[in-house]
């Protein structure tokens, strides 16, 4: 079946400017995962989605990171007034309740110049 | 919180030969301890898992070793190949919340 799929696959935005980066988890998941990995980094945790709800937000680095996922399903990750530190690989993973798997998807890459 | 360490950082190996990557946790309840395969330009693939109930797991050349009194677990990959080469990152969380990784081990085998 398909896998974790992102969308855009690399972003450029200028300083300032606001972002939003999808994910589409496997099918029937209902566990969604935010992480960001910096260059020579492993993935830092971000945000946690249990259905609709976010389980565990205690990643988002500031106010300018939000992160929704209405239906239970596709999530967008939002970032406002973006910063040059902002820049990193937002990698999207996702898990079937009751398991603990997580399976990531292959990453937007955020540039912020 | 918890916090994952991970060695080496670099690690070269002969072709055919065994490489072993180790990683030591703080918190106790962590109960879920995943191994991931990065190649550059990829996304984070796993590749084996074990959890708190288990000592340890194999699968075929990949085998994890898990000590929870002494909080630490190893990454074995026996007869290595050159597609082994990559970042190898280890993880670890409780039950089904958010992963903590270790910063990560550069293995390259030398043909």
């Known amino acids: 079946g398909a896998g974790v799929s992102q969308t855009p696959s690399n972003k450029v935005t200028e300083k300032g400017k606001y972002v939003e980066l999808r994910c589409d988890p496997i099918?029937?998941?209902?566990?969604l995962y935010w992480y960001r990995q910096s260059l020579g980094q492993g993935p830092e945790f971000l945000i946690y989605?249990?259905?609709?709800?976010?389980?565990?937000d205690s990643g988002l680095p500031n106010d300018r990171f939000f992160a929704v996922r209405p239906e239970g399903s596709v999530s967008t990750l939002k970032i406002q007034r973006t910063e040059r530190g902002d820049s990193a690989v937002y990698l999207c993973?996702?898990?079937?309740?009751?398991?603990?798997?997580?399976?990531f998807g292959p990453g937007t890459r955020l540039t912020v110049t | 919180g918890e916090n994952v360490e991970q060695h080496p950082s670099t690690l070269s190996v002969q072709e055919g030969d065994s490489a072993v990557i180790k990683c030591t946790y703080s918190?106790?309840?962590?109960?879920?301890f995943p191994w991931y395969k990065q190649e550059l330009g990829k996304r984070p693939q796993l590749i084996i898992d074990?959890?708190?109930?288990?000592g340890e797991k194999k699968d075929q050349r990949i085998a994890v070793t898990l000590n929870k009194t002494a909080k630490h677990f190893s990454l074995h990959i026996t007869e290595t190949q050159p597609e082994d080469s990559a970042v190898y990152f280890c993880?670890?969380?409780?039950?089904?919340?958010?992963?903590?990784f270790g910063t990560g081990t550069r293995l390259t085998i030398i043909p």
């Open positions: 993973a996702s898990s079937f309740t009751g398991t603990d798997e997580q399976y």
């Open positions: 099918s029937g998941h209902t566990a």
């Open positions: 989605f249990q259905g609709t709800g976010a389980a565990d």
């Open positions: 918190d106790s309840a962590s109960n879920y």
């Open positions: 074990i959890r708190s109930n288990v």
């Open positions: 993880a670890a969380c409780f039950g089904n919340e958010k992963l903590t």
